[in-house]
């Protein structure tokens, strides 16, 4: 039987952190996982580039039960922090649209680093373990059962990540281990996902697949994305989608404006003005994509000059142009998912340590929880952040 002061079950980004964190502070840490490398996520995130974190965090950026929650963790470890560690490792990175901040050359430096950070530490990182059983001993401390030994220790650190992506090793064993110890967790559901078409969609909308606009798009709670939009052969994907998925539900319509930023009335009164004879085909094509405006509008329709539509139908026009109401059949689930909206319940926990308030020693962080952030950064900052609350706490 091996002692350690710390484990951490979970290789992935918050569990690197954590560990990192507790060794600098002369822990002995022990990082368990089953996968046969570390930090698998992160090396195909931002198509493999790691949108590491973000300029702008704030606690508005993440969904969670309990909105105060992120507070003290976010704001005790900021992304200029993150941003300073990757710097002192000489990683080059850009800034993209709306603050993500993206490797220049590889999301295998960020995992580089990391493992660096905690070989700095003295935290060792141990693979392709299997645990078969946790308890927690009369003592306090906790003593887990493994495939090649067994081992104690007084902090255990659960940062075993959520349900997306099962292809990487996704399962629900944090959850499990929470259960287990009395710990509620809240229902999980695939976040930041793209959509699927209806079967009669389908058929109307797949060869539109690979067209891509620029949109806002609405929830029905009024949550609003102005980003791109993707037609594909399966659904409706691009940034724009895959963030207003975090808040619909399912058999909720959502609503597109598909001329972000343009005033739909007063354009198509202006053309009407300067050139009335113009058909509503070649209006519309100086607008969108000509393969979409023949999917989303009549044929009889667009074949009709200007002067010809009635007051009825370019009313209509103008409401399917800025907010057309569409009816997605589902998402993609788990599969292709970023991130598990819900998870641990934020209320069993220490805002401050990560710590579970009534299980002392036992500690969750990441995205096993009930914190999920937008698209852009904010989850791998979610993971930097909880991981350092509690690695200054085991």
Same mark, same amino acid.
């Given at each position: 039987?091996?002692?350690?002061?710390?484990?951490?079950?979970?290789?992935?980004?918050?569990?690197?952190?954590?560990?990192?964190?507790?060794?600098?502070?002369?822990?002995?840490?022990?990082?368990?996982?089953?996968?046969? *490398?570390?930090?698998?996520?992160?090396?195909?995130?931002?198509?493999?580039?790691?949108?590491?974190?973000?300029?702008?965090?704030?606690?508005?950026? #993440?969904?969670?039960?309990?909105?105060?929650?992120?507070?003290?963790?976010?704001?005790?470890?900021?992304? $200029?922090?993150?941003?300073?560690?990757?710097?002192?490792?000489?990683?080059?990175?850009?800034?993209?649209?709306?603050?993500?901040?993206?490797?220049?050359? @590889?999301?295998?430096?960020?995992?580089?680093?990391?493992?660096?950070?905690?070989?700095?530490?003295?935290?060792?990182? *141990?693979?392709?373990?299997?645990?078969?059983?946790?308890?927690?001993?009369?003592?306090?401390?906790?003593?887990? @059962?493994?495939?090649?030994?067994?081992?104690?220790?007084?902090?255990?650190?659960?940062?075993?990540?959520?349900?997306?992506?099962?292809?990487?090793?996704?399962?629900?064993?944090?959850?499990?281990? =929470?259960?287990?110890?009395?710990?509620?967790?809240?229902?999980? $559901?695939?976040?930041?996902?793209?959509?699927?078409?209806?079967?009669?969609?389908?058929?109307?909308?797949?060869?539109?697949?690979?067209?891509?606009?620029?949109?806002?798009?609405? =929830?029905?709670?009024?949550?609003?994305? @102005?980003?791109?939009?993707? #037609?594909?052969?399966?659904?409706?994907?691009?940034?724009?989608?895959?963030?207003?998925?975090?808040?619909?539900?399912?058999?909720?319509?959502?609503?597109?404006?598909?001329?972000?930023?343009?005033?739909?009335?007063?354009?198509?009164?202006?053309?009407?003005?300067?050139?009335?004879? *113009? $058909?509503?085909?070649?209006?519309?094509?100086?607008? %969108?994509?000509?393969?979409?405006?023949?999917?989303?509008?009549?044929?009889? %329709?667009?074949?009709?000059?200007?002067?010809?539509?009635?007051?009825?139908?370019?009313?209509?026009?103008?409401?399917?142009?800025?907010?057309?109401?569409?009816?997605?059949?589902?998402?993609?689930?788990?599969?292709?998912?970023?991130?598990?909206?819900?998870?641990?319940?934020?209320?069993?926990?220490? @805002?401050?340590?990560?710590?579970?308030?009534?299980? $002392?020693?036992?500690? #969750?962080?990441?995205?096993?929880?009930?914190?999920?952030?937008?698209?852009?950064?904010?989850?791998?900052?979610?993971?930097?952040?909880?991981?350092?609350?509690?690695?200054?706490?085991?």
């Amino acid at each position: 039987m091996k002692h350690h002061d710390v484990i951490i079950i979970g290789a992935g980004a918050a569990g690197l952190m954590c560990a990192a964190s507790a060794g600098y502070r002369g822990r002995d840490v022990l990082v368990l996982d089953n996968a046969k *490398q570390a930090g698998r996520k992160i090396l195909i995130s931002g198509g493999g580039r790691c949108n590491f974190t973000n300029q702008k965090v704030e606690p508005l950026n #993440f969904i969670c039960s309990n909105g105060h929650f992120v507070k003290s963790a976010l704001a005790r470890y900021r992304s $200029s922090d993150f941003i300073e560690l990757v710097e002192r490792h000489g990683i080059e990175y850009h800034e993209r649209d709306h603050g993500q901040l993206f490797c220049n050359d @590889s999301a295998k430096e960020i995992v580089t680093m990391l493992k660096t950070e905690c070989e700095w530490a003295g935290a060792k990182i *141990q693979l392709k373990t299997e645990i078969s059983q946790i308890v927690k001993l009369e003592n306090g401390q906790f003593e887990l @059962s493994t495939d090649k030994e067994t081992y104690t220790c007084e902090s255990l650190v659960i940062a075993t990540g959520g349900l997306s992506m099962p292809k990487l090793g996704a399962s629900p064993y944090g959850y499990h281990i =929470a259960k287990q110890f009395g710990l509620k967790v809240l229902p999980t $559901s695939a976040g930041l996902v793209p959509f699927t078409w209806h079967s009669e969609q389908k058929q109307k909308f797949e060869p539109l697949s690979g067209i891509a606009i620029p949109s806002t798009i609405t =929830a029905k709670d009024g949550t609003q994305f @102005s980003e791109a939009l993707l #037609f594909t052969h399966r659904g409706l994907s691009g940034p724009a989608i895959l963030q207003i998925s975090n808040f619909w539900n399912p058999g909720e319509s959502i609503s597109i404006n598909l001329l972000p930023g343009i005033d739909a009335r007063a354009a198509i009164e202006l053309v009407l003005a300067n050139h009335p004879k *113009q $058909s509503l085909r070649n209006t519309l094509a100086h607008w %969108l994509p000509k393969r979409l405006v023949e999917a989303l509008f009549d044929e009889a %329709l667009l074949n009709k000059a200007m002067n010809q539509l009635v007051h009825k139908e370019l009313e209509q026009l103008a409401v399917d142009l800025e907010s057309w109401e569409i009816l997605m059949n589902g998402t993609e689930g788990y599969r292709t998912a970023e991130v598990t909206l819900g998870g641990v319940d934020t209320d069993e926990l220490s @805002s401050k340590t990560m710590e579970a308030k009534s299980v $002392s020693g036992l500690f #969750f962080i990441g995205e096993v929880m009930d914190v999920s952030g937008w698209l852009g950064g904010f989850n791998f900052q979610w993971a930097w952040s909880s991981g350092v609350a509690a690695g200054q706490a085991v």
